[in-house]
Structure formats: structure tokens, C-alpha cells
């Protein structure tokens, strides 16, 4: 039997082992294990089992995701999440689909300090949905754009997503995460303009919030100092080549740390909560990274990424047409697994077609990770939309998907913006 046959054979009992619910990491490193007994013996296959995941666990780049994990731990317990939807709802509030719109703004800063989607969601759903459902807004609009505005987590950085993308890619972390700030912003844009058009168009779906003084606005920027402080140091440190990655994320945590003492808002038991849920989120990105390593390897000897990358490359179809068919596989698998997971299953199949192309490394992460976005609100498993159900106890999880097909079509609307304008996403790396 072919290398490439072992390879298609793998592939396939990959994918019934995930539609036999298992955990996506173990999947990864079974096939990659037993097949590479299959390819080069027992003995190689166990050394292979033995040395990678020390290997990939003990790099120094690694660090970076723990970091920046703890960093949004901090974040969540000092109150930041809260002062900035504060603020952007004494200065948007009064505006027809004004509320809204602050949780959209307020969602964009906060993932400047979170990189996480799910935190992201989670916290500004607790703060933000209660007050819209207050003043009569529609729930599927009031759902959709916290769980869409949630996306932005993964886009603006510093994001984790970027970071899993750069490890699994070789490309620079530093560059991938400057290059999502200005489509985060675009993004962020978007989604308002929709809030904005559907509010005029019906406004009994978002109607007015209460005015506020100019006094009331002013002393509510107050709220936004430690979201700020930590931007500019981590993103500012990040671009001027005052930290690499890995620092930044360190300094970003420490700072937030100093930021929950500074509000005396730092308890024991808040303390060993962020520990632990770092720990938790860090073991179940760092298990999928193994997985993924072991499973590549198996890959790499099968020959399948050079010999597919190679025929779909001499194919007479426009780049354009191969990079849409990559993109409609992306939002299918987002679709029915975790969108990390399909990150890291396809990355190493899909970026030597990227490659073969030759679509921008970095551009392409951008690309990438809208379309994850999109997989964190597409049902049938849209993470954010159920996290937001505990938020929401009292609306139905169709009523919350129903709110955000009008975000996803922004979220497509960016992706075929980035492809005509790439320099949307290259300006600030090509000038680091």
C-alpha cells in the first residue's frame, strides 16, 4: 500500500473518530501514531511519541499563550469589562441602536486585553444583555451582537488565535498580531453599520437608551484607563520592537495583576480562580498542539500536503476560486467542530496550497481568522451563542441564532474587502 493511500486512510479514520465525539487532540495523535508505525515501524513511532511533546511543550514561543490567557484573567476580575461598556454606553447609549452599538465598541476594546472569544462573549453578555433587554431591544438583535461582537476577541490583539496560527505556521507572532488591528477596527465598523441600518430601517428593534450629561461622559472615560495602559504597553511594546511576543505577553499580565491591586479588587479565591482557569484553557490548547504535531509528522511522511498543494497549485483555476473553495471549507468545518481544532487539523494540509499560491503568509492569518470567527456563531455548535445562553437564560438558543446572520455577512463582507485590499491587513507589519 502507497504512502498516500496510509495517508487518505488516516485522514478518514480521522474524521470517524471525531464523529465518535473524541477528543479532538487524542484523535490527532492515535492516527498520527498508528500510522506512522504503518510508515516506518514501532520503534521510530514510540521514539516519535516519546520526544514530541516535549519537544513542541518546552518551546520558548509557547509561553506566549498561558501569558496572555493570565493576562485576560486579571482583565476579567479588575472590572475592566465593565468600565468600558460603561463608558460607551453614557457616550452611545441615547442613539437609536445606541446600546448596541456601545456593547459592539465595548467588545473591541475589551479583546484588546482578553484574545480570548469566549471571555470576551461570556463577559460583556453578563453586563451588556440585561440592560438592552431593559429598554425593549429586540432579543436577537441584543444576542447577536454580543456573541458577534465576542468574535472580535480572536481579531484584535493580542489573540490567541493568532499565536496557534504563527506557532503552527512559522510565521511571526509579532507580525500576525499587528496585521489584525486595523480589520478588527474594520470589523468592528461593520458590525455597527448593521446595528445602525436595522435600527433605522425598523426601530422598534433598538430603541432609544436614557441621555446623559456631558459631565456624565467625561467622568466615564475615567473607566477606560486600564484597558488603555495595557494596550499601549503590550501592543506599543509589541510594535516598536520594545518586546518581543512572548515579553509583552509577560509584562501585559504582570501589569493587569498590578491593575487588580491598584482597584483592590484582587481576593484569594479570585487569585487562584485566574490560576486556574489559565491552567485549564493552557492544558486544553497545549494537548490539541501535541495532537496536531504528531499527526502533522504522519502527514509529512505520507507526502499528501506536497502532492495535494502541488496538483491544486497546477490547476488552471483562478487563485481567487481555490482560496473561496479553502474559505467554504473553513466555514463548513466551523460549522460542526471547535474552531481551534480546525485551525489546527487543516493548517497543516492547507498552508502549503497557500504557499504554492503565493498568497501572503500573513494575510492569509488574517483570512483565517475571520473565518473563525465565523465558526464561533455559526450553528449547529456557534460557542458564543451557547456561552451567552447563561447569560440569557430566558431567551432560546434559535432566537440567539437568528441575530446573527446579519453579523455574518459582515464578517464574509470583510473577507472579500481583505482580498482586494491585502494592504488592509500588511500596513502596520510591513512597517515594523
Request: with cysteine.
Amino acid at each position: 500500500m502507497s504512502s498516500e493511500m496510509i495517508g487518505v486512510i488516516g485522514i478518514i479514520c480521522l474524521f470517524i473518530f471525531l464523529a465518535m465525539r473524541m477528543y479532538i487532540g487524542m484523535a490527532m495523535m492515535v492516527v498520527g501514531f498508528v500510522g506512522t508505525i504503518f510508515l516506518l515501524g514501532p520503534n521510530p513511532a514510540l521514539d516519535l511519541l516519546g520526544l514530541l511533546p516535549m519537544c513542541e511543550c518546552k518551546a520558548y514561543t509557547l509561553s506566549v499563550i498561558p501569558l496572555f490567557i493570565l493576562m485576560g484573567q486579571f482583565a476579567f476580575i479588575s472590572g475592566i469589562s465593565t468600565d468600558i461598556y460603561k463608558t460607551f454606553y453614557n457616550w452611545m447609549g441615547h442613539m437609536r441602536g445606541g446600546l448596541a452599538m456601545a456593547t459592539i465598541v465595548a467588545c473591541a476594546f475589551f479583546s484588546a486585553v482578553s484574545g480570548s472569544s469566549l471571555a470576551t462573549a461570556a463577559t460583556m453578555g453578563m453586563v451588556a444583555i440585561p440592560e438592552m433587554l431593559k429598554y425593549k431591544y429586540n432579543p436577537s438583535l441584543a444576542t447577536g451582537a454580543v456573541a458577534s461582537g465576542g468574535t472580535l476577541g480572536i481579531l484584535i490583539p493580542p489573540s490567541i488565535g493568532f499565536v496557534i496560527y504563527g506557532i503552527l505556521t512559522e510565521q511571526s507572532i509579532g507580525k500576525l498580531l499587528m496585521a489584525g488591528l486595523i480589520p478588527g477596527i474594520m470589523l468592528t465598523v461593520l458590525f455597527m453599520l448593521v446595528i445602525f441600518v436595522s435600527a433605522i430601517i425598523k426601530p422598534s428593534l433598538a430603541p432609544r437608551g436614557p441621555k446623559t450629561t456631558m459631565k456624565e461622559k467625561v467622568k466615564s472615560l475615567s473607566g477606560t484607563w486600564g484597558m488603555l495602559l495595557l494596550f499601549a504597553i503590550v501592543i506599543g511594546g509589541i510594535y516598536t520592537g520594545i518586546f518581543t511576543p512572548t515579553e509583552a505577553a509577560g509584562v501585559g499580565a504582570f501589569c493587569s495583576l498590578l491593575i487588580v491591586l491598584f482597584k483592590k479588587k484582587l481576593t484569594y479565591s479570585g487569585f487562584l480562580q485566574c490560576l486556574k482557569e489559565t491552567g485549564k484553557m493552557t492544558a486544553f490548547i497545549f494537548f490539541i498542539i501535541i495532537g496536531a504535531s504528531v499527526f502533522s509528522y504522519f502527514l509529512a511522511l505520507t507526502g499528501i500536503p506536497t502532492s495535494l498543494s502541488g496538483f491544486i497549485a497546477g490547476l488552471s483555476l483562478p487563485k481567487g476560486v481555490i482560496l473561496l473553495g479553502i474559505i467554504f471549507v473553513y466555514i463548513i468545518l466551523g460549522c460542526v467542530m471547535e474552531v481551534f481544532s480546525v485551525m489546527i487539523l487543516t493548517l497543516p494540509i492547507i498552508f502549503p496550497i497557500i504557499q504554492a499560491l503565493n498568497f501572503d503568509p500573513i494575510w492569509f492569518g488574517v483570512i483565517v481568522v475571520i473565518v473563525l470567527e465565523i465558526g464561533f456563531i455559526t450553528p449547529p455548535i456557534g460557542l458564543n451563542v451557547f456561552v451567552l445562553k447563561g447569560a440569557a437564560p430566558g431567551i432560546s438558543v434559535e432566537t440567539m441564532f437568528k441575530g446573527i446572520w446579519p453579523f455574518l455577512a459582515m464578517a464574509i463582507l470583510a473577507i472579500f474587502i481583505l482580498y482586494f485590499f491585502p494592504e488592509i491587513a500588511l500596513f502596520i507589519p510591513s512597517r515594523m
